[in-house]
Nanobody, 123 residues
Framework: QVQLAESGGGFVQAGGSLRLTCVVSGWTFSRSAMAWFRQAPGQEREFVAG???????GYADSVKGRFTISRDAAKNLVYLQMNSLKSEDTADYYCAGRTLENFSPLVGDWDIWGQGTQVTVSS
């Protein structure tokens, strides 16, 4: 059974850091692109960061320089290190996977999703 499970969300003050983890199971992780998306209350889900099969990464402009996505193929894990957090980063964060090797910023291009983990940043 294919499953993505996020953890690491929580409550943090502005300027602080969090690291999100996505555990991937039942999935050909090494051949897949992975990504993190987020959805704030009343907002559409948006792309945050992606990593392709080769380890190349891409970021939304709003998080560039503050967030870092990485993957550990040996452990089937995907991370999102979030530094210098701002109140506008408050959202539910979702891990996503797709069977193609390149990542995409479009929600509809992803095949599987986790349940999400909540991040709240107080100003």
């Amino acid at each position: 059974q294919v499953q993505l499970a996020e953890s690491g969300g929580g409550f943090v003050q502005a300027g602080g850091s969090l690291r999100l983890t996505c555990v991937v199971s039942g999935w050909t992780f090494s051949r897949s692109a992975m990504a993190w998306f987020r959805q704030a209350p009343g907002q559409e889900r948006e792309f945050v960061a992606g990593v392709d099969r080769s380890g190349n990464t891409g970021y939304a402009d709003s998080v560039k320089g503050r967030f870092t996505i990485s993957r550990d193929a040996a452990k089937n894990l995907v991370y999102l290190q979030m530094n210098s957090l701002k109140s506008e980063d408050t959202a539910d964060y979702y891990c996503a996977g797709r069977t193609l090797e390149n990542f995409s910023p479009l929600v509809g291009d992803w095949d599987i999703w986790g349940q999400g983990t909540q991040v709240t940043v107080s100003s």
